[in-house]
């Protein structure tokens, strides 16, 4: 501030994530459209949050505080699946831990309201999204009200934010009040007492002017109110019905505003931005980012690393997968940048003396949805289907990968640039349909690995996925294996993921994923386990065990012995996970997959390595066994560090006590 001479900032923009001046990440991208729109931002990234002292180090910003816990949700940032502490954050400095709190928009919210009292708080970013109504709170197994009423923030803005936060700035800069910018798309906020019941008498009135009209459908009311927050904390179905509600009105053009009652508030949530045209998202991509952190940093950020030498294509994704958020934040609607934008990007990376020529991905949410959008705007706008590519490709669908090909080898020519991969997640159902594309990918964009995701095998549980079946996977990796021969790399390998434990999977279907699994020789490095992420179609399913769609129950592995089965069956072939696999064999009554046979996953006697390791984990003082003594040793017997005490370790006696005494 003192630098450039200024006494005030507009805006302060609070995130929970290191600064990184990279248009892959939305702290720098926010800033950056508001800068160019001729605002004064000043960054608090990562603050203390103990105390609101760094909140008032910029003084009282002139307009308001933009508040968000950071590229991701700060609860799965902290914990695992089995909601143990991760043991790195690669949004900081040298991926440490504890630089956020849990609940981070929470906490920033409530330093910002004490630091200045007054000053206008808006919420936004991934935690905000997936949280603006209530919803199921995987790590208190809970449904939480609107995040809107519990930060006490006074707008917040979901999804892809760049429009909303200038236009805000804007209002605000000319005199407008919070109640000024409740017509803003993207949004939602919260109504008083008497507000809400305003509202509500207007709605019932709407309502029964509109049942007297034959020709008007229910799907086009301009406002819906869902099952309340009390409806479905209490009620599942509610709940399931809620999550219905809420899904089909994500399409910008044709969404209703959405009205869901918290006691005797209403929040209130405004249809979707519209999706950016190809002249808004260039200008936002070439922006002046200097692809760096902040120079105050002195480690490396593991993001940053990962991510410097990448190209962003487009936002969005069609695929409408029930467990992946990436929709439900930036949308359906493909928005593509023009390959004018992209070269002049990649020239300015290529120009860059710290880069080695090597573009480390192209690509976005998807790889390869490039340029791909309905055919028929005018079905487009009246659409409520939730995948364009489920149970099969819409008709409809734009799905020529020629521009994405061109583009490709465009980029492969720019001076500079020995390599370009492509990282990305590949729609495989797509890409069969470019065998041009697959091969430009095998020959120039894979370097030896091509990692794809087909999630399981079991046609069950990809249908509650709205994944493609397995032999789509098969075919796939066939027509690659013989594109990577033809382009002279034999060698090159399809590196499969999947998911464990998610709703419609049991043993059964796990144990088939394993035989599938060795069948084919796929031994997985690592296994993701099922996360019920805020706002998800599938957490909807495992919190319920509803289809908020069909109304079907649907099986769901809630307990932690049955998640740790399912992950261990996925990787069978460590000794480590001997013990748990039989026991998830003997369970599933499948002991003929134990022994010598063609299929069989696990020996019939635990290899030595597998012993040891069950040693090392009784040993392990966060583990539930006790840390036992070795009396071989000499060591006496008991728990180590406690005298022999028997029974009860920690008491006083080791006599039991008498029934009906404490």
């Known amino acids: 501030m003192k630098s450039r001479g200024w006494d005030e900032v507009d805006v302060i923009f609070v995130t929970g994530d290191a600064y990184i001046d990279h248009p892959s990440f939305a702290m720098a991208i926010l800033h950056r459209v508001l800068e160019s729109a001729g605002f004064r931002v000043a960054m608090l990234s990562q603050p203390e949050w103990k105390s609101c002292e760094p909140w008032r180090q910029f003084g009282r910003p002139r307009l308001f505080f933009a508040i968000s816990a950071g590229n991701m949700d700060s609860l799965i940032n902290h914990y695992?699946?089995?909601?143990?502490?991760?043991?790195?954050?690669?949004?900081?400095?040298?991926?440490?831990?504890?630089?956020?709190?849990?609940?981070?928009?929470?906490?920033?919210?409530?330093?910002?309201?004490?630091?200045?009292?007054?000053?206008?708080?808006?919420?936004?970013?991934?935690?905000?999204?997936?949280?603006?109504?209530?919803?199921?709170?995987?790590?208190?197994?809970?449904?939480?009200?609107?995040?809107?009423?519990?930060?006490?923030?006074?707008?917040?803005?979901?999804?892809?934010?760049?429009?909303?936060?200038?236009?805000?700035?804007?209002?605000?800069?000319?005199?407008?009040?919070?109640?000024?910018?409740?017509?803003?798309?993207?949004?939602?906020?919260?109504?008083?007492?008497?507000?809400?019941?305003?509202?509500?008498?207007?709605?019932?009135?709407?309502?029964?002017?509109?049942?007297?009209?034959?020709?008007?459908?229910?799907?086009?009311?301009?406002?819906?109110?869902?099952?309340?927050?009390?409806?479905?904390?209490?009620?599942?179905?509610?709940?399931?019905?809620?999550?219905?509600?809420?899904?089909?009105?994500?399409?910008?053009?044709?969404?209703?505003?959405?009205?869901?009652?918290?006691?005797?508030?209403?929040?209130?949530?405004?249809?979707?931005?519209?999706?950016?045209?190809?002249?808004?998202?260039?200008?936002?991509?070439?922006?002046?980012?200097?692809?760096?952190?902040?120079?105050?940093?002195?480690?490396?950020?593991?993001?940053?690393?990962?991510?410097?030498?990448?190209?962003?294509?487009?936002?969005?994704?069609?695929?409408?997968?029930?467990?992946?958020?990436?929709?439900?934040?930036?949308?359906?609607?493909?928005?593509?940048?023009?390959?004018?934008?992209?070269?002049?990007?990649?020239?300015?990376?290529?120009?860059?003396?710290?880069?080695?020529?090597?573009?480390?991905?192209?690509?976005?949410?998807?790889?390869?949805?490039?340029?791909?959008?309905?055919?028929?705007?005018?079905?487009?706008?009246?659409?409520?289907?939730?995948?364009?590519?489920?149970?099969?490709?819409?008709?409809?669908?734009?799905?020529?990968?020629?521009?994405?090909?061109?583009?490709?080898?465009?980029?492969?020519?720019?001076?500079?640039?020995?390599?370009?991969?492509?990282?990305?997640?590949?729609?495989?159902?797509?890409?069969?349909?470019?065998?041009?594309y697959v091969s430009e990918l095998a020959e120039h964009h894979t370097g030896g690995r091509l990692k794809v995701a087909p999630e399981h095998t079991s046609p069950k549980v990809l249908e509650v996925m709205k994944k493609p079946s397995i032999d789509n996977f098969g075919q796939f990796a066939k027509q690659f294996k013989e594109a990577s021969a033809e382009s002279g790399k034999p060698r090159q390998q399809i590196i499969p993921y999947f998911i464990a434990s998610h709703p419609g999977s049991d043993l059964a279907e796990m144990i088939d994923l394993a035989v599938y699994l060795k069948r084919n020789g796929y031994r997985p490095d690592q296994v993701q386990d099922f996360i019920p992420a805020p706002f998800d179609i599938a957490t909807c399913l495992y919190y319920t065990g509803i289809d908020p769609f069909t109304g079907k129950q649907v099986h769901v592995a809630k307990g932690m012995k049955d998640r740790k089965m399912q992950r261990a069956l996925m990787q069978f072939f460590k000794p480590s996970n001997w013990f748990t696999v039989r026991e998830a064999l003997i369970e599933a009554g499948r002991q003929d997959l134990i022994g010598s046979g063609c299929d069989a996953l696990i020996p019939a006697q635990p290899p030595k390595a597998a012993i040891e390791a069950r040693r090392a984990r009784a040993n392990q003082e966060d583990d539930h066994y006790h840390t036992v003594a070795n009396t071989a040793k000499g060591e006496p017997a008991g728990e180590k560090g406690l005298p022999n005490q028997g029974y009860r370790p920690g008491r006083k006696s080791a006599k039991r006590r008498k029934k009906g005494k404490p």
């Not at 009292?117 to 603006?132: D, F, K, Q, T, Y």
């Not at 917040?156 to 005199?175: F, H, P, Q, S, T």
């Open 80 to 436: 695992t699946a089995n909601k143990k502490i991760r043991n790195d954050d690669a949004y900081s400095p040298g991926g440490r831990i504890g630089l956020r709190p849990d609940r981070a928009t929470l906490a920033y919210c409530q330093r910002a309201r004490e630091a200045f009292p007054g000053v206008p708080i808006i919420a936004g970013g991934v935690e905000a999204s997936l949280r603006r109504l209530a919803h199921y709170d995987y790590w208190s197994d809970s449904v939480k009200r609107s995040i809107l009423l519990d930060s006490k923030a006074d707008l917040l803005v979901y999804g892809m934010g760049e429009k909303n936060i200038v236009e805000i700035a804007r209002r605000m800069a000319a005199g407008q009040t919070l109640r000024d910018l409740r017509d803003l798309r993207g949004t939602a906020y919260a109504l008083g007492a008497k507000e809400s019941e305003e509202l509500r008498k207007q709605l019932e009135i709407e309502d029964v002017i509109a049942a007297t009209q034959e020709d008007l459908h229910p799907e086009v009311f301009k406002q819906v109110i869902i099952p309340s927050f009390e409806e479905v904390r209490s009620n599942k179905e509610a709940f399931a019905e809620a999550t219905r509600i809420i899904h089909t009105n994500t399409n910008p053009f044709n969404a209703a505003t959405l009205v869901q009652y918290h006691d005797r508030q209403a929040v209130v949530q405004t249809p979707p931005a519209l999706p950016l045209t190809q002249e808004e998202i260039d200008t936002i991509y070439d922006l002046p980012y200097t692809r760096r952190p902040h120079p105050s940093y002195t480690e490396a950020i593991p993001a940053h690393e990962m991510i410097k030498d990448s190209v962003t294509l487009m936002r969005g994704c069609f695929g409408g997968c029930t467990f992946c958020s990436i929709t439900a934040h930036q949308g359906r609607i493909i928005q593509s940048r023009s390959r004018e934008s992209v070269l002049k990007e990649v020239e300015k990376l290529a120009a860059d003396p710290e880069f080695k020529g090597i573009v480390s991905d192209i690509g976005g949410a998807t790889a390869n949805m490039y340029t791909m959008r309905c055919t028929r705007p005018e079905v487009e706008e009246k659409c409520k289907r939730l995948s364009c590519v489920h149970p099969t490709i819409c008709k409809l669908l734009g799905t020529d990968h020629k521009p994405l090909i061109d583009l490709m080898k465009e980029v492969r020519e720019v001076e500079g640039i020995r390599k370009v991969f492509v990282s990305s997640g590949i729609r495989m159902d797509l890409a069969q349909l470019s065998p041009e």
